[in-house]
């Protein structure tokens, strides 16, 4: 069964330091979709990148980027020059063969000004 | 702008109530998610609708069903409410050819009393 682990449920980061979100995965699929996603305060989940695994390029957003190694079934969410309003709940995602998609448990991100 | 509109944001029942949690999207969307979000847990699927009046079980269904009458809304019923089911409770959808982009709701907090 397809499994998505976020290791860390808190972190703090400076702001407009750089901080790395950890996944990790299990599939034995070799073609799927993973994601981050954001639920700030206001409870609104939001897309923040999406990797096809097919891919080899690293996905970017502004200033979320991705690392991707498939090997390794790694996916970890870097963000750059963090801002205040990077405060929420990053839930890491793999969507299955049957178009269901699980999510991590989150990791709890603070900004310190 | 597109949207997913839970009918409450917060929702108090007594145990043994039946309890109808109503999602309503405006984007046309072929796809339609019931979700559980716990604290630590992440979130867990509950039920999964890829077309009006068809339905599919995700990993949590027990204690749930649901109904999708009409293209745009997609029902979750608590048949006999527990305390169990106190959580906060996700839906969300997509295009059937575009599984990977979900739009979520902003979530009904429900307690059960």
């Known amino acids: 069964a397809q499994t998505v682990t976020q290791s860390q449920p808190e972190m703090s980061v400076q702001e407009a330091e750089t901080v790395t979100l950890s996944c990790t995965y299990d599939?034995?699929?070799?073609?799927?979709?993973l994601f981050w996603y954001k639920q700030p305060p206001s409870r609104q989940m939001i897309l923040v990148i999406r990797?096809?695994?097919?891919?080899?390029q690293n996905a970017t957003e502004n200033r979320f980027s991705v690392n991707f190694q498939k090997a390794a079934k790694s996916f970890s969410l870097k963000i750059s020059d963090s801002q205040l309003g990077d405060a929420a709940m990053y839930f890491c995602?793999?969507?299955?063969?049957?178009?269901?998609?699980?999510f991590g448990k989150g990791t709890r991100l603070h900004i310190l000004p | 702008d597109v949207k997913v509109t839970q009918s409450s944001r917060y929702l108090v029942k007594r145990t043994g109530e039946k309890v109808f949690l109503e999602c309503v999207q405006d984007?046309?969307?072929?796809?339609m998610f019931w979700y559980r979000q716990d604290p630590g847990l992440g979130l867990r699927l509950i039920y999964f609708?890829?077309?009006?009046?068809?339905?599919e079980k995700g990993d949590i269904p027990e204690g749930y069903s649901v109904s999708r009458e009409k293209k745009e809304r997609f029902s979750l019923i608590l048949e006999s409410a527990s305390t169990n089911q106190t959580s906060m409770y996700l839906c969300?959808?997509?295009?059937?050819?575009?599984?990977?982009?979900?739009?979520f709701g902003s979530g009904t907090r429900l307690t059960v009393v």
């Open positions: 969300a959808s997509s295009f059937i050819w575009d599984s990977v982009s979900l739009t």
């Open positions: 599939t034995s699929e070799s073609d799927y979709y």
């Open positions: 990797q096809e695994a097919y891919k080899q």
């Open positions: 995602a793999y969507r299955r063969r049957d178009d269901k998609i699980i």
């Open positions: 984007m046309d969307h072929e796809n």
């Open positions: 609708s890829y077309d009006v009046k068809m339905k």
